[in-house]
């Protein structure tokens, strides 16, 4: 089966389907991504690894190592600025994302609910986006294609917030009840890979490091999806 994730910076791949992913890449599935943008205004590390003019170049090499650690295929960046993903016109970016479905006819693809799950303005207009496309393009394959968002339980966010970690810089984290969740991969024995694809991120660090802290806490292994729609062929 041919998997597309879409999402809009390098890293979050890893962070919310990093061991799903490498799940897939081994069982011989064809998975490749969708960066809306080379995470121009991230950090570039504390202390500073890189400067932010060169951050872009550096944040591409790191996403190319953790996606060949993670085992995908292909990345397609499509060139909008981090943290004007908001403003970028509708139509643009559909357009953008439309052009890859079509050629690359995946049966699968995997992106962001309408949270971005922290909130962040560029992961809602991914997510908003690609999910738009998605219902454009079920109408135009003649085949089995299915729309997952990414979740997090509303139950894990409760955990997290006791704990001091249940928010992003972009507001409270609300998580997906957890009876909307369809779907849970067990993630046990691929999250050391996920682990090493996310430590790629060096600029990034500190954003992993309070992942890894939650996941000391917590023992995550599993991550979690919402089917969003199923169209059937028979």
Do not use: C
């Not at 693809?109 to 998605?134: E, L, M, Y």
């Amino acid at each position: 089966m041919k998997f597309l994730f879409v999402f809009a910076h390098p890293d979050d791949e890893t962070f919310s389907s990093g061991g799903t992913i490498a799940k897939l890449t081994a069982a011989k599935h064809k998975v490749k991504l969708i960066t809306a943008t080379r995470g121009e205004v991230g950090q570039p590390g504390n202390p500073p690894i890189t400067t932010m003019e060169e951050l872009p170049k550096v944040r591409e090499q790191e996403l190319r190592r953790a996606a060949k650690i993670l085992g995908i295929s292909e990345i397609f960046f499509l060139g909008f600025i981090d943290g004007k993903l908001r403003y970028a016109r509708n139509e643009n970016l559909e357009n953008k994302i439309m052009s890859i479905f079509k050629k690359e006819k995946p049966d699968v693809i995997v992106t962001f609910d309408r949270t971005g799950a922290s909130n962040h303005p560029d992961h809602k207009a991914i997510g908003r986006a690609s999910t738009n496309v998605f219902f454009k393009y079920k109408d135009l394959v003649d085949k089995h294609v299915k729309l997952y968002h990414t979740a997090m339980p509303r139950s894990f966010v409760k955990q997290f917030e006791k704990q001091g970690l249940g928010y992003s810089a972009f507001g409270k984290i609300l998580g997906t009840a957890d009876k909307d969740i369809t779907t849970l991969v067990n993630i046990e024995k691929t999250l050391n890979i996920k682990i090493r694809a996310l430590k790629e991120h060096k600029t990034q660090h500190q954003d992993w490091e309070r992942f890894l802290k939650r996941i000391e806490k917590s023992q995550f292994n599993y991550e979690f999806f919402k089917l969003i729609h199923e169209k059937e062929i028979f």
